[in-house]
């Protein structure tokens, strides 16, 4: 078998075959709302804290997507949550169009791993952070 058709047969096991879609293996996703959630903006801080920590051990800050699906205002919503963090652990949520596409796949059992990327805080604007994780889907 020549290499264009070990290709072609490879991308085409990867179509996402109820959709008609390439399925997605690792992403990077903002994290929203992060000034909504209980315990901000001492969970950022404290967040900022733990990356900067993480960084110099040369680890990831490990992410827990949490499916939400009474949460009022996204039937979809994925919560994000650093285990590092304690009871200050919840940090935002996923994009609504994000959390559209992993939603159902994270109901039928589809299993999301995810690490902080990147915490950019300006301590003069506390209300404007940006949060960025890596989320990765994981083989059966």
């Not at 096991?13 to 909504?36: H, L, N, P």
């Not at 935002?92 to 990327?117: C, F, K, N, Y």
Request: overall charge negative; hydrophobic content about 40%; aromatic content about 4%.
């Amino acid at each position: 078998m020549s290499m264009q058709e070990q290709n072609a047969e490879r991308r085409d096991r990867e179509v996402d075959r109820t959709r008609g879609r390439k399925m997605v293996r690792q992403f990077s996703a903002k994290v929203v709302g992060v000034s909504f959630v209980p315990g901000y903006p001492d969970n950022l801080l404290d967040l900022e804290l733990a990356d900067s920590k993480a960084q110099l051990n040369g680890e990831p800050l490990a992410v827990v997507l949490i499916r939400n699906p009474k949460n009022g205002y996204d039937g979809n919503a994925i919560e994000v949550h650093v285990p590092a963090l304690g009871d200050n652990g919840m940090v935002g949520h996923l994009t609504r169009p994000i959390a559209a596409r992993m939603a159902p796949e994270m109901d039928a059992g589809v299993v999301w791993s995810a690490e902080v990327e990147s915490v950019l805080i300006d301590p003069d604007h506390l209300d404007r952070p940006g949060i960025s994780i890596t989320c990765k889907r994981e083989e059966a």
